[in-house]
């Protein structure tokens, strides 16, 4: 057994019915990584069920895609037809996973639900990922490859074009959900990538509405608008970029007042908070309780990579409206952190946490 496997069960011999947030404080550590160690110590029969199985309150679901992200940055113009020469770099992604690590990050307790293939892509997701996040649902399928994403970027760090593989994401269903319900019903916030099924979805919007638990929807791609429920009622926040709700609405955004009824339309179709992005136009938001409003965008010097600030953007954004702040300052948070994660070559930048995240707002704002 690893060094930590054995702290861990040690601790248990004395006190077995600590929780899991008592064993990391304890043992410093931190509570998804306390989460995962446990999980394979059950799942090895050396622990079996105690109170610290039960289901967590107050996490944040985070449900979608957990892939592994290939970049291939060319050198020069690209060609098509022939061969171009690039640098390449690997990291994990998948926007539910992205969220979740920005998140765990953050401070928060999280968990994700996906479904991956028994590879050694899951492998390499799983040791960066566990110790932001409860990795304990994730569900491993047999005859499925982990997810994959590859994208051709150019000189400036903008996306070209992508390839996904994303077949396995079909697995995603309700029976899975189902067999998560009693962690999803204790959740204070779930939230869904458009990886998932639309039955899926709608499954999810029915619990959070029947369990008063907010519901955020995060759009993956213009094509998988069509996953979003008819019904929007009960869905707290959706994030998404021009051309998904162009998709959605059937109209097009050509100018402000175009981009504020876009915004207000999904508000009268009974979503409580909607945030329309536009790149480096900025982005309008639009809520029950508020008027519609633009927000322009944090002037960025040098972009490094776009892979993972849209993430970032909702990340920072959820997180500052669950401490309780008003919705331009929670866009303000998710703009900063989308704004410093352009500027980083990683997908969800290492440096990230709650005191990191306040400080360059503290400065940004002084």
């Known amino acids: 057994m690893q060094p930590k496997e054995i702290q861990i ?14 064993i990391a404080d304890t043992l410093n550590m931190s509570r998804p990584a306390v989460a995962n160690i446990i999980s394979q110590l059950i799942r090895n029969g050396q622990i079996t069920g105690r109170a610290y199985i039960l289901p967590e309150k107050n ?4 449900i979608g895609g957990a892939n592994l992200d290939r970049k291939y940055s060319v050198k020069n113009q690209l060609q098509m037809g022939t061969s171009n020469p690039t640098t390449s770099s690997q990291s994990v992604g998948g926007v539910a ?71 396995i994401y079909d697995q995603l269903s309700v029976e899975y959900m189902k067999k998560q319900e009693s962690h999803l019903s204790n959740a204070q916030l779930l939230i869904v990538d458009m990886n998932c099924p639309k039955e899926v979805i709608e499954y999810l919007q029915t619990l959070a509405m029947g369990k008063n638990i907010s519901l955020a929807i995060i759009p993956v791609s213009s094509p998988k608008m069509e996953r979003m429920p008819d019904n929007l009622h009960g869905i707290e926040w959706i994030i998404l970029n021009r051309d998904e709700a162009e998709a959605y609405l059937h109209m097009k955004i050509i100018d402000e007042s175009s981009w504020k009824k876009a915004a207000q339309t999904f508000v009268q179709k009974g979503v409580n908070h909607v ?57 303000n948070a998710g703009m900063l952190n989308a704004s410093k994660t352009l500027q980083s070559a990683e997908t969800v930048r290492t440096e990230l946490s709650k005191i990191t995240l306040n400080n360059e707002l503290e400065e940004y704002l002084s």
């Open 275 to 331: 945030v329309i992005t536009n790149g480096s136009q900025g982005v309008m938001y639009s809520s029950e309780s508020s008027n519609s409003a633009y927000v322009s965008a944090m002037h960025v010097d040098h972009v490094v990579d776009v892979t993972g600030a849209g993430d970032a953007f909702v990340s920072g954004t959820l997180h500052a409206w669950l401490e309780g702040n008003d919705l331009k300052s929670a866009i």
């Open 9 to 22: 069960l040690q601790y248990l011999r004395k006190n077995p019915y600590a929780s899991q947030l008592e």
């Open 59 to 62: 996490e944040i679901i985070c």
């Open 97 to 167: 996973r992205n969220i979740a690590e920005n998140l765990g990050r953050l401070g928060h307790s999280v968990r994700l639900l996906s479904v991956v293939g028994n590879d050694i892509e899951y492998q390499i997701i799983e040791k960066a990922s566990s110790n932001w996040m409860n990795l304990f649902s994730v569900e491993k399928l047999a005859n499925y490859s982990t997810g994959t994403y590859s994208a051709v970027l150019d000189r400036q760090g903008e996306m070209l074009f992508a390839l996904a593989n994303m077949e």
